[in-house]
């Protein structure tokens, strides 16, 4: 769970896939699922750290991606 939470605050703060994979923090194909609906729905809460963002994306669960859902239900979230 921590390394989601991880990935999703680094989405967020847009850096690159490739320096994610390096750093083990998700897959590229779950940073990418995420990463519109955290811009889109929790680019207010960005800068307030890993859990914010995870309630965040739970908050606006029924406006997110499929695919960030699911990323989501494979962390048991």
């Known amino acids: 769970m921590r390394k989601l939470l991880v ?4 989405l967020s703060a847009s850096l690159s896939t490739a320096a994610f994979a390096q750093q083990g ?5 779950e ?5 519109r609906d955290v811009q889109k729905f929790c680019r207010p809460v960005i800068d ?4 914010t963002i995870l309630a965040c994306l739970k908050e606006n ?3 997110i ?4 859902d699911q990323v989501l239900k494979n962390h048991n979230q």
């Open 7 to 10: 990935a999703l605050t680094l």
């Open 25 to 29: 923090r998700g897959t590229p194909d």
């Open 31 to 35: 940073q990418k699922a995420c990463t």
């Open 48 to 51: 307030q750290g890993d859990f």
């Open 61 to 63: 669960r029924a406006k």
């Open 65 to 68: 991606s499929q695919a960030c």
